[in-house]
């Protein structure tokens, strides 16, 4: 072979025929006036033709002038026709499509004949080679198709499905439907932007069996925010997926809905253990309440009112207060409620300790008594749920300055006593909470997390005796 064909064998390309490569490298030569031989020119050629190509649709930016990628066509949208500026030009034609490979997902605008071959001949499942401009769109990085050309002989390994499960929601991703239980709401709050015009935003926090997203609703959308509350079932409709702070997002805009399901939707939380938690983690938490402190208001630099309440989380590893900003502070949560807090931020505390912040980013889930309980082997399940009032080791969390023996008189003496609280740990030994103070009990009763109860007895050793529950 000659060096033209050397080097159109090393591109390995189906964009061009062999005789084209050479009809183009004919006129590179002309072009360039005898400066370069054919050899030089096809060189050329090769590297203007591999110019644009990227490893994986991730990889696509608004600055590259071109950008050629193979991907598998994700859902096809409708043929629309515009007017364009020259009145005596026939209207034009588009149709967008959503191409995805294993990196990413990319809207791919597809113009006059090219779209109407499309809305007849392409859909969803198809592999497509795609050369074209990108730009930054609404929804993120889009792409004016030049050429496109299917390509069933290569493998995308990227589903394609009329409903989604979250953990099949990657950025890109439009025309998105989901079924899932509405797990938290936000307030909807307003905004400026920037022509002046005053616009609403709200998130719901969704969760199916696969995991949990923040869906974020826009202007007429947020009215889903006040109709749908924690454990209704609702199909999201039309949503896009964006990347914000790293996690994933569905937003609902005007093209979109949120509407009431009848479907069964189980969500699986799945939470950090608290002891492994370190500081700037981002983590979800879940465990039983054992303590609540009163709400704190307090002034902003700018004047305006805050409010704060701190709560004690416990799980089978560890404990760790957490504190409620904002509306959360109002949430209505007490002892012995099992709850999963969702995107907190590990910050330094308290005597070198660390603490959870539930900020704005952060949902509050109350869980189904039982939910985040540990169960002991297959000889004691049958008998004795292991409450998350115990650690894994089986001790008790550590008692502070309203544990057991500074309340109601108790100390080591003998002295009878009478406690009513609510249960925040199930096993040897039983722990009280009154949202004021704690008290350890030693019993043989059969009680549960969040039962109330009083009991009666002596106190000794800092834990009360009981010789009545009821």
């Not at 590179?28 to 096809?42: F, N, P, S």
């Not at 203007?48 to 696509?60: C, H, P, R, T, Y």
């Not at 509405?182 to 969760?207: C, I, K, Q």
């Amino acid at each position: 072979m000659g060096a033209i064909e050397d080097t159109y064998a090393d591109l390995e390309t189906d964009e061009v025929s062999l005789d084209e490569f050479r009809e183009a490298v004919a006129e590179k030569v002309e072009q360039m006036g005898g400066l370069a031989d054919d050899e030089t020119a096809a060189m050329l050629l090769a590297h203007e033709l591999q110019d644009g190509e990227v490893n994986g649709i991730a990889d696509v930016t608004p600055e590259m002038d071109e950008a050629k990628f193979v991907g598998k066509v994700v859902s096809v949208g409708e043929l629309r026709t515009f007017e364009r500026d020259d009145e005596d030009a026939e209207d034009g034609r588009v149709l967008n499509v959503d191409v995805a490979d294993e990196s990413g997902t990319v809207r791919v605008s597809l113009w006059d004949e090219q779209a109407a071959n499309a809305a007849t001949e392409l859909q969803a499942g198809d592999v497509i080679r795609v050369a074209g401009r990108p730009t930054d769109g609404y929804n993120g990085v889009e792409v004016s198709a030049d050429r496109v050309e299917p390509d069933p002989d290569v493998d995308i390994d990227v589903q394609v499905s009329d409903t989604y499960r979250v953990d099949d929601l990657s950025v890109g991703l439009s025309d998105v439907t989901l079924v899932g239980e509405v797990l938290d709401t936000d307030a909807v709050r307003t905004f400026e932007r920037d022509d002046g015009s005053e616009g609403r935003v709200s998130n719901l926090s969704v969760g199916d069996e696969t995991g949990r997203v923040t869906v974020t609703l826009w202007d007429d959308r947020t009215a889903a925010a006040d109709e749908f509350g924690p454990g209704d079932v609702v199909e999201i409709a039309d949503g896009y997926v964006r990347e914000r702070d790293g996690a994933i997002e569905l937003h609902v805009g005007d093209r979109g809905a949120v509407e009431a399901v009848d479907a069964d939707v189980e969500f699986v939380p799945e939470s950090t253990p608290i002891d492994d938690l370190e500081i700037d983690d981002v983590a979800d938490i879940a465990g039983v309440i054992r303590s609540v402190d009163e709400k704190r208001t307090f002034e902003r630099d700018d004047g305006s009112e805050g409010q704060v309440r701190n709560v004690r989380l416990q799980d089978d590893t560890d404990d760790i207060r957490v504190a409620l900003w904002g509306e959360k502070a109002d949430r209505d949560v007490g002892p012995g409620d099992e709850v999963l807090f969702t995107d907190v931020e590990i910050q330094d505390g308290w005597q070198d300790d660390i603490e959870a912040s539930a900020g704005w980013r952060a949902s509050v889930v109350e869980l189904a008594d039982g939910a985040t309980t540990a169960v002991g082997d297959d000889e004691s399940s049958s008998e004795e749920t292991t409450g998350l009032g115990a650690y894994a080791d089986g001790t008790a969390p550590e008692t502070d300055e309203r544990d057991a023996g500074d309340g109601d008189g108790a100390d080591d003496a003998g002295e009878d006593v009478e406690f009513t609280g609510t249960v925040v740990q199930a096993r040897d030994p039983v722990i009280l909470d009154d949202g004021t103070e704690t008290m350890s009990v030693e019993t043989d009763a059969d009680v549960t997390l969040g039962e109330t109860v009083t009991v009666r007895g002596p106190v000794r050793d800092e834990r009360l005796d009981a010789e009545e529950v009821r």
